[in-house]
């Protein structure tokens, strides 16, 4: 759901998806001294399209438990033809934007530490697990309480059926080698 979460808030909800989905480890340690089946991919590339302005456009989602140097990293990035926006939680204060001008460039902005809901942590303090934590609960309580106000808030019950759509898909589309439709 998090790879999928500010795509489908943004409101780019796949037509079909290609996917290409790796298992590199078929046990784990049981936590017992044994091993014990695993049916988890490890790796996952979801090819899809989406419709905008009229058009489809490509937008890939990149899942990936076995990845050397990343500990439960994900990223966004939109690229238009004369912008774009980066964002990666291994940077979390950082959010590059792309430049077309005379020169192509990639523009790196320090956010400093600003939550949706206000919180005792400084904007020039690094936000740890507890402040992401009272975040989503905050927007929690305040889309219940109709009070969210323009903010992002959190997975709705349509989103989270739609992303089993989509994931099951995906795995349609693995078994068959074939693009399947949404």
């Known amino acids: 759901m998090h790879a999928v979460h500010v795509p489908f808030r943004l409101g780019w909800h796949p037509l079909r998806?290609?996917?290409q989905l790796q298992k590199i480890y078929h046990e784990r340690p049981d936590g017992k001294?044994?091993?014990?089946?695993?049916?988890t991919w490890d790796n996952a590339l979801?090819?899809?399209?989406?419709?905008?302005?009229?058009?489809?456009?490509?937008?890939?989602?990149?899942?990936?438990?076995?990845?050397?140097?990343?500990?439960?990293?994900?990223?966004?990035?939109?690229?238009?033809?004369?912008?774009?926006?980066?964002?990666?939680?291994?940077e979390p204060k950082?959010?590059?934007?792309?430049?077309?001008?005379?020169?192509?460039?990639?523009?790196?902005?320090?956010?400093?530490?600003?939550?949706?809901?206000?919180t005792i942590t400084?904007?020039?303090?690094?936000?740890g697990f507890p402040d992401c934590f009272l975040q989503m609960w905050a927007s929690f309580i305040a889309e219940r309480a109709g009070k969210l106000d323009?903010?992002?808030?959190?997975?709705?019950?349509?989103?989270?059926?739609r992303s089993h759509e989509l994931f099951a898909a995906a795995l349609e589309s693995r078994r068959t080698r074939c693009a399947v439709a949404l």
């Open 94 to 118: 950082t959010l590059w934007t792309f430049l077309r001008g005379r020169e192509q460039l990639w523009q790196r902005t320090d956010l400093g530490f600003l939550g949706a809901f206000p």
């Open 46 to 90: 979801l090819h899809t399209e989406i419709a905008v302005d009229g058009g489809e456009v490509p937008m890939r989602f990149e899942m990936k438990r076995l990845a050397p140097g990343e500990t439960n990293t994900w990223f966004l990035e939109v690229l238009g033809t004369d912008g774009g926006v980066k964002f990666s939680t291994k």
């Open 33 to 39: 001294g044994g091993m014990a089946p695993c049916d």
């Open 17 to 19: 998806v290609y996917a």
């Open 150 to 161: 323009g903010r992002f808030g959190c997975v709705t019950p349509a989103e989270a059926v």
């Open 122 to 127: 400084g904007g020039i303090f690094e936000p």
